[in-house]
């Protein structure tokens, strides 16, 4: 049953076809196989696996990005970093990754914030001098913090495939963001101290006023968000509500670089993006449902079963695991394809499944940089006009830093569950 269902599966997605369409090819030859073929399921399991509260906070993530972007809270973001640290050696590269912060928890999307954040720098650190592949490779690592801090639109997914608590999702990855964030500057101090390039002016504590006070209320997103979900104010879902019409008042009232003549562009861009991400939820949850009929976990669990008294050996096997189907296929359908077959593992082997799903995602966070497939990569090429070969050599010292920052939150669990406790408590 394995085989056919990964066997059907790489095949399809071998002849070209899109991955959701390819999961619906193999949940047929799955339903073939097990005789209970019914067109009528596949539509039902269709609806149903988009049919969700939880989900709808997939595209009002992606509708605050959007106005974020067209409303001016992204540029707005870039200048305050920019009047605090810009004027240190290799000032430009902290800028990338503080905005980056600053982006991934307001998103949750690590293409939209690669490309916002590439937009706007990469011409600005090409012409101070920076190596324009190092400095792509920055902005690339940078934008996967994105799927790991909240409001993040992985840990939504595998929430909802997985039937664990989201917001204890989002306050598991606080850290582990914040790690993600501090290791890229040890590498950049690293790098790039060597580099001969133009610094910034200093700015004065009267521009860095102005900064902070047109950036603030950028700032006050996140902080609605994180402050909101930790009381029980409001859930995921009415989070995602309360930022895109955070980021709808702030463009429209506060900024007005937001026209209402503009709100129909976004609705439509926001609206074709959703789409794209739902379908695919949808049709991987009829595979999801037949995983669970053909009892293909149980299957699972029988071949890992020597592993499962030895945690950490399982964890470093199914890391290892996501790891190579992360360099061949994209973060959405990788959660929503594995997280059915493995969590009855990870729940067999007692360990912690917010744990679990922050390793989980953090390794298909990381997965988006691995070529052939990794969207983050082609995003990046596309923003900055280098090849993937030239964004591989400048981008593999903060990506081996990443990959050892899931190391380490394998190894000390405590990293991300000491933090959990306390923002759940």
């Known amino acids: 049953m394995i085989g056919v269902f990964v066997g059907s599966l790489l095949g399809a997605m071998a002849l070209g076809m899109p991955i959701a369409f390819a999961l619906l090819v193999s949940s047929v030859i799955l339903m073939y196989v097990l005789g209970i073929f019914d067109s009528q399921i596949i539509a039902q399991n269709l609806i149903s696996g988009a049919d969700s509260f939880p989900l709808l906070a997939v595209p009002f993530f992606m509708l605050a990005g959007e106005l ?5 809270l992204s540029r707005r973001i870039v200048e305050m970093a920019m009047t605090m640290v810009g004027h240190i050696r290799g000032g430009l590269g902290y800028v990338a990754i503080i905005a980056a912060l600053l982006f991934a928890s307001i998103s949750g999307s690590a293409v939209a914030d690669t490309a916002a954040l590439g937009a706007v720098l990469i011409p600005m650190m090409a012409k101070a001098g920076y ?6 490779g920055l902005i690339a690592t940078g934008g996967i913090i994105a799927p790991v801090l909240p409001p993040s639109i992985g840990f939504i997914i595998f929430g909802v495939a997985s039937g664990v608590s989201i917001t204890k999702l989002f306050m598991a ?6 790690l993600m964030a501090v290791g890229l ?3 950049w101090t690293i790098v790039a101290r060597k ?5 910034q002016p200093r700015a004065s504590v009267r521009e860095m006023l102005v900064a902070l006070r047109n950036g603030i209320w950028a700032l006050f997103l996140p902080v609605i968000i994180i402050v909101g979900l930790k009381f029980g104010i409001f859930t995921p879902t009415e989070a995602a509500v309360v930022a895109a019409v955070y980021a709808l008042f702030v463009g429209v009232v506060v900024y007005r670089e937001l026209k209402i003549k503009d709100l129909y562009k976004v609705l439509v861009h926001s609206a074709k993006m959703t789409s794209v991400v739902m379908f695919l939820v949808a049709a991987a949850l009829v595979s999801s449902w037949l995983i669970t009929v053909a009892n293909l976990p149980a299957m699972v669990i029988d071949i890992l079963d020597p592993f499962l008294d030895k945690p ?4 470093i096997m199914i890391n290892l695991l996501v790891i190579v189907v992360g360099t061949a296929m994209d973060m959405t359908p990788t959660i929503l394809i594995l997280t059915p077959v493995l969590m009855p593992v990870i729940e067999a082997a007692g360990i ?3 744990y679990f799903g922050v390793l989980f995602i953090l390794n298909n966070a990381i997965g988006l940089l691995t070529p ?3 969207t983050v990569l082609n995003v990046m090429c596309g923003v900055s006009k280098i090849s993937l070969e030239d964004l591989m050599k400048g981008i593999w010292p903060f990506l081996l830093v990443e990959v050892v920052i899931l190391i380490l939150l394998i190894l000390f669990p405590s990293l991300v569950l000491v933090p959990l406790e306390w923002f759940s408590s």
């Open 68 to 72: 974020m972007n067209q409303g001016g």
């Open 352 to 354: 912690d499944p917010v």
């Open 312 to 315: 950490l050996l399982l964890l």
């Open 131 to 136: 190596d324009v592949n190092r400095a792509s």
């Open 173 to 178: 990855g606080i850290v582990p963001g914040l």
């Open 195 to 199: 580099d001969n390039v133009a610094v």
């Open 372 to 374: 052939p497939v990794g």
């Open 185 to 187: 500057m040890i590498a």
